[in-house]
């Protein structure tokens, strides 16, 4: 998802414990930017009982609402990141709400396509 040349990007991977979804997300940070907004969440082990967590990349709130889509998807086993380019961004500082808001559709969009 592109918006005034900021670009959006969710991307998924299966783990199966904290430490592959941890992994995950720092082998990704590695190909961007360092001031890459990259939010993430991930949930694993067991289906009754899983074990959860996320990180909001200094953006209050979003790692929390990616959870929340791993949760209501019941994506058990997966790691939820998504990137912004913030090097390459019209106005970076001043997007305020709507980059919570794209981070967000950005993330329910990818669920959707791989768990459809």
Do not use: W
């Not at 790692?63 to 086993?77: M, Q, Y």
């Not at 709507?98 to 967000?104: G, H, L, S, T």
Request: a neutral charge; one cysteine or more; charged letters at 20%.
């Amino acid at each position: 998802f592109e918006y005034k040349k900021c670009i959006f990007t969710a991307h998924i991977a299966q783990v199966s414990s904290e430490n592959e979804a941890l992994s995950a997300h720092a082998e990704l940070k590695k190909h961007f930017h360092p001031s890459t907004f990259t939010p993430m969440a991930f949930m694993v082990g067991e289906q009754a009982n899983p074990i959860t967590g996320f990180d909001d990349f200094s953006d209050i709130g979003v790692g929390e609402k990616l959870l929340f889509l791993l949760n209501r998807f019941n994506a058990v086993g997966t790691v939820l990141i998504v990137t912004r380019e913030v090097h390459r961004c019209f106005i970076p500082d001043a997007m305020g709400v709507r980059k919570f808001k794209f981070a967000v559709v950005v993330g329910k969009l990818a669920l959707e396509y791989f768990y459809a």
